[in-house]
């Protein structure tokens, strides 16, 4: 095959990084699909054994274990975008294999059985539940463990200490110390009992289990033994204390006593005690410490045990105690818990799995029910398994959960960073009510895991994270981050040793290095640089014997999670280092234990891998972020996700180098699978031909509505000939260009006051912006009807509408459905549907007319689908779904029509914009291109911005920015300058000068209307600006007449409700204040809820007649039937006290032939 040689060269961005990227990013959505893949590999089978074998209530007649075949998930019905189209879940049917055997026969029957459709994850880490996109947020929850507490005694101020035993699975064990010198536990928060009588209790069943030490804990001597090396503090003795304190001497009372504190009221026998303590603690069903749990036990008390034995030994609370007696006795410290080492991630995969769980202990109980009802002889896998719960199950955590969460879908970036977040909220977690301070903070621990910046600003902050850009999860749930090894010692026999500087022999570091012959090759205590002749020299005197070097940083990368990073010292990426990668200065700043030192290069253990391993994939797309407040900066991550994909995307000139990772990794650009030709390049389609001849197809998504009902749209940016290579963008989306995020648009910016159009954060932009659709962009809004079976007949689609003129019908076809490319307003017939109406009582004329057209003339009601208030725009698809055509629709549906209208917004007045800095405002004026200020070349600027919106705020970025992109739009390439190792003042002031630019970034400048120059020298230069999904289209509302609500008659308000706005106390105070009695008093009726009053009102003007003495508001009458419903009896008298009779509602006669509707219902929609 003959191979084009015109490669695709996406443009390079010039770098001002002084620190090699030695390792990128991980993949930004690997977090999802890994962990769904281990569902799929692993953690359904773990559940299957789990619940395998179920017996019946017996334990002698049937027995049913279930197997899970290698590939468990068959093909999915329907492709991702079938799904999205149909209103379908993307699932895939799951299959096992249930034996079930009859002990009594012997005989073993072996079925598949079907589990239901199950969900399945897409490519871009996001679940397709009835149409929609879902994201399932991993969840940061406390770790299962145990931990060490304290607390002050009130009254003496002495620190008494507590642990907690936390398992996976099952009861809580709290241990406490009392201001006696006690030791107590509660179990499961239920009563406290001394240690000592848990000791004797477990240790009569622990003799069952595994333990490592032997230990005799039925006597008083043998627990006095068992904490002989710890409890000897010579004043207080807990062991001995809580011994005397003890009434139980036996094992057998001990069991006993533990019944009676946890079943107060229930007889307590022997038996029933064991039985009991056995399910609490050696039932694996019942008490499962988990994986993980068995992993942080065995760290935290330095023990062996193996990582199979995940329920509680008598080796784990005999070493819980002595942690707590060597703590009270002043030896050790106490845990943190929001420390990352006790703080772990349940993503995905593990979230499911719970979910199955419940489902399978559902089903497990229907089975054992069904065990015992059926004959053995005749039962059968599938007669006992009833899949219910476990689909039920499935579709409350995918529906309802508060992890299961619609995907942001506003941008590129919305849509990777709802896939990178972690909640702390959600099942099994806090609730933002609890949650305190502590519990929101940044920590030390997160460095490098979570992101201290990106975190939402309401109720919610610090109780939603992010990732940090390098962290990864281990396979204990743990975050880790990675660090650059450095090596302080190499063999002797290393070539990476030639260059190094030698520091003598590990271990004798102050002896002569001597040959074999005898002769010195390194006099003591000499340094000296390896060349390659003394290498040769020192690798024959001491083969593979350790010698010390000089520190110097690998590229070797190792992951450490939080609590194993404590014992290291980790130097900053910005540590200098000479051309051989050593430590340039003696002393580097450096951290241990969360603090920060100065420490001496040589007891370096890692150096960061990068400057913005601290910061989320949000926060490290802000250029000169270190000149930014922090409040500022999160400001800035949180609205980046909030910009509208615009009609023209342009990628930032000043960007920070990670645009086209995220722009990849986000799954809305289109990747070639193959390295070859381009040999097709269409709107719709992109064929690559690799070097066997093979044809890989790309599909490109066309005017799609995202879950915000932003516009995706591909455009190919290869042509026809051009040679790519595998994982090359070929298209880009509506939030990309050139294969890179591109959110906004760069413009030209001037800081300066303007006629204080830009008071208080105002923005003024020029014309130019709108005429040439800069910030133009498309929203498609989604509506739907469908066609039902009723009580009096089923509902019809069709063009035949009552009342209905043939302008309104203009653009329906012949069915009643619009065309595409219709353009529509507000209260324009979509889709036209009849529905039968309630028969009444005919007259005499109705009944001759039925006779004579028979049951055509049947009365029918308009319930066709309209544009809303305030909506307009193009028809771009409809899609119709009938029952004949074989498509699936809910019970009673017979026809479903979609419709999508899309609309062109161009920016103006009232919409929100911002920059990357947290500077944000909305736009008070459009001026016209010949009023903006201009600089000396003629040139208009496009936004006029506050200049004292910077100072207070502190984030100076955005004037680097301003600058650094004035010259780099000047030389005509654009730049990255990444995070904490980006452009300085001086590359800034250079760039200016190559450029031909003031050094001071400043220039005169003409006002616009008058030509004449501004007082002082202005700040200009290219911002990059985003419109937020803050839109002005969005919130604007108007109303004359409409529904109001049912009890007290008065207008209901928002927009959604096509509500009126509410005039409050506050309001009449100001009309009161003003003496503005008729005004006043026309608000308080007939606008709002003088039901008699509004209708005569509204008829007197239709009939320009005089308007009608309000009457009285119905919320009074209201309040005095409240009164009465109390039992006061409540009258109104007028002024000359006699009483008011109020009169009843006589309106609905007026109504109908206003052909006005004030009934307070909105009528059928």
């Known amino acids: 095959m003959a191979v084009s040689t015109r490669a695709v060269a996406l443009p390079e961005r010039v770098s001002f990084a002084r620190i090699p990227d030695i390792r990128p990013m991980p993949g930004l959505i690997q977090i999802q699909l890994d962990s769904f893949e281990w569902f799929k590999n692993e953690g359904l089978r773990e559940l299957f054994e789990e619940i395998s074998p179920i017996e019946d209530f017996t334990g002698k007649n049937l027995s049913l274990e279930f197997i899970v075949p290698p590939e468990p998930f068959g093909k999915p019905k329907y492709s991702e975008d079938e799904c999205r189209d149909r209103d379908a879940t993307f699932s895939a049917p799951l299959n096992v294999k249930a034996r079930l055997i009859n002990k009594e026969t012997g005989e073993i029957i072996e079925k598949d059985v079907f589990m239901g459709d199950f969900p399945l994850m897409t490519t871009d880490g996001t679940f397709i539940i009835n149409g929609a996109e879902r994201v399932v947020v991993s969840q940061l929850v406390r770790s299962p463990g145990v931990y060490f507490t304290v607390d002050e005694d009130a009254t003496t101020g002495k620190k008494l200490y507590a642990a907690k035993l936390i398992p996976g699975r099952g009861a809580w064990l709290e241990f406490e110390t009392s201001n006696k010198n006690l030791l107590t536990v509660k179990i499961d928060r239920k009563r406290k009992i001394p240690v000592t009588t848990l000791l004797r209790a477990i240790s009569s069943l622990a003799k069952e289990q595994w333990h490592a030490e032997d230990l005799d804990l039925s006597t008083d001597q043998g627990i006095l033994d068992a904490f002989a090396g710890v409890d000897n503090d010579p004043v207080i003795r807990y062991i001995q204390a809580t011994l005397d304190r003890d009434p139980v001497k036996k094992e057998d009372e001990a069991l006993l006593e533990l019944y009676k504190k946890l079943r107060p009221g229930d007889p307590a026998t022997l038996d029933n005690a064991r039985s009991l303590v056995k399910n609490l603690f050696f039932n694996p069903r019942r008490y499962d410490l988990g994986s993980v749990g068995r992993y942080k036990l065995n760290r935290k008390l330095d023990l062996a045990i193996p990582q199979s034995q995940r329920i509680i030994t008598q080796d784990d609370l005999v070493n819980i105690i002595r942690r707590l007696v060597s703590l009270n006795n002043g030896r050790g410290r106490k845990d943190d818990i929001d420390h990352l080492g006790n703080r772990r991630v349940r993503c995905v995969g593990e979230l499911i799995q719970t979910q199955f769980r419940v489902g399978l202990l559902r089903m497990e109980r229907v089975v054992k029910e069904r065990m015992s009802i059926q004959e053995p002889g005749q039962a059968t896998p599938n007669a006992l398994i009833n899949i219910r719960p476990v689909v039920a199950a499935m579709k409350e955590f995918f529906g309802g959960s508060q992890l299961s969460q619609f995907m942001d879908q506003t941008n590129a970036l919305a849509e990777i960073g709802h896939k990178r977040r972690l909640s702390a909220l959600g099942p099994g977690g806090l609730s933002r009510d609890r949650a305190g301070f502590d519990v929101r903070d940044v920590h030390e621990s997160h460095y490098g895991r979570i992101c201290p910046i990106e975190t939402p600003e309401g109720p919610n902050i610090g109780l939603i994270g992010n990732l940090a850009t390098y962290a990864q999860i281990n396979p204990y749930g743990f975050i880790e981050t990675p660090y650059r090894k450095v090596y302080k010692r190499l063999k002797a026999n290393d070539p990476n040793l030639i260059g190094r500087e030698f520091r003598g022999v590990f271990g004798h570091e102050r002896d002569a290095v001597t040959a074999k012959d005898g002769s010195v090759l390194i006099p003591a205590r000499e340094h000296l640089r390896v060349d390659e002749k003394l290498f040769h020299k020192l690798s024959e005197a001491l083969g593979d014997a350790q010698v010390r070097v000089k520190p110097f940083v690998t590229d070797v990368v190792d992951y450490h999670t939080a609590d194993d990073e404590e014992n290291f010292w980790i130097a900053q990426a910005n540590a200098i280092l ?12 450096a951290r241990y234990q969360g603090e920060f030192f100065m420490e001496n290069s040589d007891n370096i253990d890692y150096m960061d891998v990068s400057p913005r391993q601290t910061v989320s994939v949000a926060t490290a797309l802000i ?12 400001m800035g ?24 990772q995220i722009a990849i990794d986000s799954g809305q650009v289109v990747v070639s699978r193959a390295t070859g030709e381009v040999i097709s390049s269409t709107a719709r389609r992109i064929d690559v031909m ?41 298209a880009d989306n509506t939030s990309t260009q050139d294969g890179e995020l591109a959110l906004g648009q760069n413009i030209l910016v001037a800081f300066m006051s303007w006629e204080g159009g830009n008071f208080e954060d105002a923005i003024l932009i020029s014309e130019r912006i709108v005429h040439e659709d800069l910030f133009t962009s498309i929203h498609i809004e989604k509506y ?12 019809e689609i069709t063009r035949d509408i009552p009342n209905v003129g043939e302008e309104g019908l203009r653009n329906l076809d012949e069915r009643g459905i619009i065309y595409v490319g219709a353009e529509v307003g507000p209260q324009d017939i979509l889709v036209g549907k009849i529905t039968p109406k309630g028969e009444t009582e005919l007259t005499a004329e109705e009944k001759l007319l039925r006779a004579i057209f028979g049951e055509k003339a049947r009365e029918v009601k308009d319930t066709s689908l309209r544009v809303p208030h305030g909506e307009r725009g193009k028809i771009v698809e409809v899609k119709v779904f009938s029952r004949e055509a074989g498509d699936e629709l809910p019970p009673g549906v017979n026809q479903l029509v979609r419709v999508s209208i899309a609309q062109k917004r161009k920016i103006g007045a009232g919409d929100k914009m911002a920059g990357r800095h947290g500077n944000k405002g909305v736009i008070s004026r459009v001026l016209p291109i010949e009023d903006m200020p201009f600089l000396p070349d003629g040139t208009p600027v496009d936004i006029i911005l506050n200049p004292l919106g910077v100072p207070h705020r502190m984030n100076i970025g955005q004037i680097m920015e301003t600058h650094l992109g004035w010259a780099a739009e000047a030389l005509g390439f654009k730049i990255a300058t990444p995070v904490f190792d ?11 000068r190559r450029a031909g630019l003031p050094e001071t970034g400043k220039v005169q400048l003409y006002d616009g209307r008058t030509g004449e120059p501004f007082d002082h020298p202005i700040t200009v230069g290219y911002n990059y600006m985003l419109k937020l999904a803050h839109l002005v289209e969005d919130k604007v509302h108007a109303r004359s007449t409409g529904p109001y609500s ?3 008659q008065q207008p209901l308000g928002g927009k959604a409700q096509f509500g009126g706005q509410r005039f409050g106390e506050m309001e009449v105070w100001a009309l009161e ?15 709002s809820d003088d039901v008699v009053g509004r209708v005569k009102t509204y008829e007197a003007i239709v009939k320009g007649e005089n308007i009608m003495e309000p009457g009285v508001p119905e919320s009074f009458k209201v309040l005095v039937k409240e009164l009465q419903s109390l039992g006061i009896n409540v009258e109104v008298l007028n002024e000359d006290e006699q009483k008011i009779q109020f009169v009843e509602d006589t309106s609905n006669d007026v109504m109908p032939e206003l052909g006005i509707n004030l009934s307070g219902f909105e009528g059928d929609q």
Do not use: W
């Open 1073 to 1087: 204040a003003y003496g503005a009695a008729h005004i006043l008093q026309e608000i308080l009726t007939v606008k």
């Open 637 to 660: 991550a949180n609205m980046q996700r909030q910009a509208v994909p615009l009609l023209r995307p342009q990628s930032p000139i000043c960007g920070t180098g990670i645009e086209r």
């Open 623 to 634: 250029p000169f972020l270190e000149h930014d407040d922090v409040n500022r900066a999160l």
């Open 982 to 992: 980006g452009a300085t003042e001086d590359d800034i002031e250079e760039f200016l």
């Open 578 to 589: 000479s051309d051989i990668n050593e430590f340039d200065e003696e002393r580097v700043l």
């Open 784 to 795: 739907e009807i469908d066609a039902r079976d009723t009580k009096l007949g089923p509902e």
């Open 690 to 730: 690799d070097e066997q001849g093979e044809i890989h197809n790309h599909r490109l998504r066309k005017f799609v509505r995202s879950n915000a009902g932003t516009c995706l749209n591909q455009r190919p940016i290869v042509k026809k000939g051009d040679f790519v290579n595998a994982g090359q963008v070929l």
């Open 1046 to 1048: 049912l009890i007290t």
